[in-house]
């Protein structure tokens, strides 16, 4: 039974990585999967493996990824202002609006303890083609407003419209009209650099700390199975599949015919072997 619930759960994760990648036109063969959840290191290797990626990388943060992500992350806030206006545009006018966008934004991040050279603000404009209801919204081109970089915007808006619809949807004869005008602030957050550790031999038996019968799911049958302590790894140790391995956070499988290799900033990067 729990062969087959486990079995199961990696069919649910296959199908939804496969409607993000193969069902939108990617090869997952192009790409290494990278995994972060408390449990995501028991299934990674089995379906990783049938989607066919080159490589899939379990980070030594696996468990608490999205937390240590939320941490580390900077500050982000987006307003806008919605006044349509179309071509010939009034310059002065977008001038006035981005400035009071960005007036709000940056007292918003000084509230928040930023100071200006920690801030970062992003110009981008909501726009479409006249009578349509399909807006895109495109980055706003250029340092500063000006008829050059309006004009700039609405090519960059035209090529991203090609690339949605299709080559030569874009049709500028039909007339521009710019909608919302938003600014995006950022208040960046200072980064504590990774530790990165040399690299030893690829021999991982001083971590090996049992071994045990255990279900090998692409066996189909219960095998001896060589169980790792992370904590005794060294970056550079290979552990040849099918084996276990333990970290103070979660349970890692690696499944037959695959390779763990802990690099130098102690992720775990598992390769198909041949």
């Known amino acids: 039974a729990a062969?087959?619930?486990y079995k199961l759960a990696n069919s649910l994760f296959y199908d939804l990585l496969h409607k993000t990648t193969v069902q939108r036109g990617l090869d997952p063969?192009?790409?290494?999967?990278?995994s972060f959840g408390g449990t995501a290191g028991m299934h990674v290797g089995a379906y990783g493996e049938h989607l066919g990626v080159s490589?899939?990388?379990?980070p030594y943060s696996a468990s608490v990824h999205g937390a240590f992500g939320l941490v580390t992350s900077d500050i982000a806030h987006e307003d806008q202002i919605t006044q349509p206006l179309r071509a010939p545009f009034?310059?002065?006018?977008?001038?006035?609006?981005?400035?009071?966008?960005?007036?709000?934004?940056?007292?918003?991040?000084a509230a928040?303890?930023?100071?200006?050279?920690?801030?970062?603000?992003?110009r981008a404009v909501d726009m479409r083609y006249r009578r349509q209801v399909h807006i895109l919204t495109s980055p706003f081109v250029g340092d500063e407003v000006t008829a050059e970089s309006l004009e700039?915007?609405?090519?960059?808006?035209?090529?991203?419209?090609?690339?949605?619809?299709?080559?030569?949807?874009?049709?500028?004869?039909?007339?521009?009209?710019?909608?919302s005008f938003r600014v995006r602030g950022i208040g960046v957050v200072?980064?504590?650099?990774?530790?990165?550790?040399?690299?030893?031999?690829?021999d991982a038996?001083?971590?090996?700390?049992?071994?045990?019968?255990?279900?090998?799911?692409?066996?189909?049958?219960?095998?001896?199975?060589?169980?790792?302590?992370?904590?005794?790894?060294?970056?550079?140790?290979?552990?040849?599949?099918p084996a276990i391995v333990w970290t103070p956070i979660t349970t890692l499988v690696v499944p037959p015919a695959q390779t763990a290799r802990l690099d130098e900033h102690r992720n775990l990067v598992l390769t198909v072997d041949g």
Not at 90 to 109: F, M, P, S, T, W
Not at 160 to 176: D, H, N, T, V
Not at 215 to 241: C, H, S, T
């Open 3 to 5: 062969a087959a619930t």
């Open 29 to 34: 063969r192009r790409f290494a999967l990278f």
């Open 55 to 58: 490589q899939i990388v379990i």
């Open 90 to 109: 009034d310059v002065e006018a977008i001038v006035g609006i981005y400035a009071q966008l960005e007036e709000r934004i940056v007292a918003q991040l």
């Open 112 to 122: 928040e303890g930023f100071d200006r050279s920690q801030m970062r603000l992003n």
């Open 152 to 179: 700039a915007t609405v090519d960059m808006f035209e090529r991203l419209y090609e690339e949605k619809y299709g080559p030569q949807s874009a049709y500028r004869e039909a007339g521009i009209e710019l909608v």
């Open 190 to 202: 200072g980064k504590h650099e990774f530790q990165v550790e040399q690299l030893a031999g690829t």
């Open 205 to 241: 038996s001083p971590a090996l700390v049992e071994r045990d019968q255990a279900w090998v799911d692409k066996a189909g049958e219960m095998q001896e199975v060589p169980g790792y302590d992370f904590e005794r790894l060294r970056p550079g140790n290979a552990i040849p599949g």
